[in-house]
């Protein structure tokens, strides 16, 4: 009997401890599920250490690591001539100054040099380290100035298949942080699923943009309305406005679902509706707020997809005074 209940109790402990582990294990995963791996490209350019500060802005520090991925070809060519002690000097000094800019423990990061041109070595890093987004300057002022959003920034958020922030200086300071999230209905499930995993700091001063575009948008124009007593264009005029009032109220109630997919940070405004071309009008929205960072979709180029890539998001990136983080949408 007695030898039946220490067997028993020993199945009973091991049991414990088998379901101790496998909820340390549990756990674990959920742990690494929650935090984001960041990669920053940087050069030793201004807007790639503004890139860095950006990054900084947004990462959790608690659970989210960084990789700092440089490209040696960048390197002039005198200084590569000095052999590989000189540029591992180099590039060691340029990842200790975006170490310090990051302020995160050591272990959070790590140093990743590559020969291979910028893109293709970002590129690959991303896939290297399962990286969940990464970061890049829109613009450089040294050996990178003709390919910063010449080529380099063009040639990785075309690449990329995670979501890519192009940093556009001057870092906001840090006392607050505007961002504006674009909506449509193509991107919204991914634009607020990746929204969820970023770490907003308390200060975000979060919005939410809907544009509506058809052939009918925007209120009666003047010239209808002159004539709307007319009984041939007095349909067209009623036909006009409630295309318009229809559309609009439709955007609303789209707005409303889609803000409580968010986080917190984006529940303290109304969403801003605006009506035209998207484009146009999401970059008159981020300047009227002075929007630090805008968040939108992208999805691949094709005919079906212009309100995405074509002019949207790609005139948002050009032209746009601020950051913008471009999430892919499965094509």
Known sequence: MNGRGSGCREEITDCRVDLVEQAAQDVARLVEDARMKLLLGVDGSPASFDAVRMAARLVDKATDRVVIFFSTSELHAGVVKQGGKVVEGVTDALFAEARGLLG???????????????AVGLLEAAS?????????GARGTGALQRLLLGSVSRAVVHGATLP????????P????????????????????????????????????????ESMLAGPL??????????PDTAAIAHAWEAEHEGEVHALENELATFRQTLPAVFQRHEPIVAEGNPGEKIIAAADEQEVDLVVMGR???????????????????SHAHCSVLLVPVAG
Do not use: Y
């Not at 995160?104 to 910028?118: C, E, F, K, R």
């Not at 290297?128 to 890049?136: G, K, M």
């Not at 890519?164 to 870092?171: F, K, S, T």
């Open 164 to 171: 890519v922030l192009v940093a556009r200086g001057p870092v």
């Open 173 to 212: 300071p840090a006392e607050r942080l505007r961002v504006m999230v674009c909506h449509k209905d193509a991107s919204s499930a991914v634009v607020a699923a990746f929204a969820q995993r970023v770490h907003w700091p308390e200060v975000t001063e979060g919005r939410l943009i809907g544009v509506t």
């Open 221 to 230: 124009p003047e010239w209808l309305e002159r004539r709307s007593l007319d």
């Open 104 to 118: 995160l423990p050591d272990d959070s990061v790590t140093a990743l040099a590559s020969s291979h041109s910028p």
């Open 128 to 136: 290297e380290t399962s990286a969940d987004l990464i970061v890049v």
């Open 299 to 317: 999805a691949p180029n094709g005919p079906l997809t212009r309100w995405l890539i074509g002019s949207t998001s790609e005139a948002v990136l």
